[in-house]
């Protein structure tokens, strides 16, 4: 993976470099990959656009998996427990609606 070294989001940067997932520009995304197979969990993809980039990244999803008639109706009742809680730390720490999927 070569290319030039420019940070997009200033954020993500530097919440990855905090986790230590960043030790120069430019090595960041090789190493979440490479951390990824660590953990065991699926190798992230890099789609490429026009003049930009997007890193999906996976979760396992083996852990706390429901599933059938019960994990639709556990599903709906938490659904309503997690849009509260988002509420109220938008709230508590003056996030705007939207900001908290990219975080």
Do not use: C
């Not at 120069?24 to 930009?52: C, H, K, N, Q």
């Not at 852990?63 to 809680?85: H, L, S, W, Y």
């Amino acid at each position: 993976m070569k290319g030039h070294s420019k940070i997009r989001n200033k954020l993500i940067a530097n919440i990855f470099g905090q986790m230590g997932l960043v030790e120069a520009w430019g090595s960041g995304i090789r190493r979440i990959i490479s951390a990824a197979g660590e953990y065991g969990l699926p190798v992230p993809t890099v789609e490429v656009f026009d003049d930009m980039f997007r890193v999906n990244l996976y979760r396992n999803v083996q852990d706390n998996v429901n599933g059938g008639e019960k994990g639709g109706i556990n599903g709906g009742d938490n659904f309503g427990d997690k849009a509260r809680i988002r509420e109220k730390a938008q709230k508590l720490t003056d996030i705007r609606k939207g900001t908290h999927a990219v975080l």
